[in-house]
């Protein structure tokens, strides 16, 4: 089965600090996905990569940047975090086309 | 508005019952869908997808689309205490090109042994 890696697992902030949440798949998958999830609204897509060097937005950007250094990894950054970014943040790969998405463990972050 | 909305937000069935749950979309340019069920601490995994209109079964699970009301149904047969999970509707665009997926805000299902 695909393996998608997510580090850390859990992680507290300080608000204004910057975190960075790194994401690891070994299914040689082009696509990458962020998400994060909060109970009431599912899983909302923060940023996306076609493939090495190439980030997108995706629904709810703001106050996040991405990293697709490679094809196997892809990182989210909170340059200044908020409280409001407290949540679950999933990573996920998937080929092109209509395909099933992979996802890893989540990582659990909360910014004091 | 969510463009994916699921229904009911919790179920709770015996074990050995029927579990039923639905999802709409309000977006038309949605034509690929998909099911993924999430246990408690894990990460969402995907159950089936379906893309034709009709039935799709795997299993005790079916999952049921009608492109043309834009409503797709996951139906569990012979409900285990094991499927006590969120289960979550996941959506895609057909156009070319466009990779982002919709997810709905999910139906947690608690089977009752």
């Known amino acids: 089965e695909a393996a998608v890696t997510q580090s850390p697992r859990n992680k507290v902030a300080v608000t204004g600090g910057k975190v960075t949440l790194s994401c690891n798949q070994t299914?040689?998958?082009?696509?990458m996905y962020w998400y994060r999830q909060d109970t009431g609204h599912g899983l909302r897509l923060i940023h996306y990569s076609y493939g090495a060097g190439s980030t997108e937005k995706g629904d709810i950007p703001d106050g996040y940047k991405a990293s697709r250094p490679s094809q196997e990894n892809f990182s989210l950054i909170l340059e200044l975090a908020t409280p409001s970014q407290t949540s679950v943040y999933f990573c996920a790969s998937g080929e092109r086309g209509p395909d099933t998405q992979y996802f890893g463990p989540g990582t659990r972050l909360l910014v004091l | 508005q969510q463009k994916v909305q699921q229904s009911p937000e919790s179920l709770s069935v015996p074990e050995g019952g029927m579990a039923s749950l639905n999802c709409t979309s309000s977006?038309?340019?949605?034509?690929y869908f998909w099911w993924y069920r999430q246990h408690s601490g894990e990460g969402p995994k995907a159950l089936m997808s379906i893309f034709s209109d009709g039935d799709k079964k795997e299993g005790r699970f079916t999952a049921h689309l009608n492109k043309a009301s834009l409503h797709v149904s996951l139906h569990i047969r012979d409900s285990q205490p094991s499927d006590s999970a969120l289960y979550f509707c996941?959506?895609?665009?057909?156009?070319?090109?466009?990779?982002?997926?919709?997810f709905g805000a999910g139906t947690r299902l608690k089977v009752i042994a």
């Open positions: 977006d038309r340019n949605f034509q």
């Open positions: 299914n040689n998958h082009n696509n």
């Open positions: 996941a959506a895609r665009g057909v156009n070319t090109g466009n990779y982002k997926y919709v």
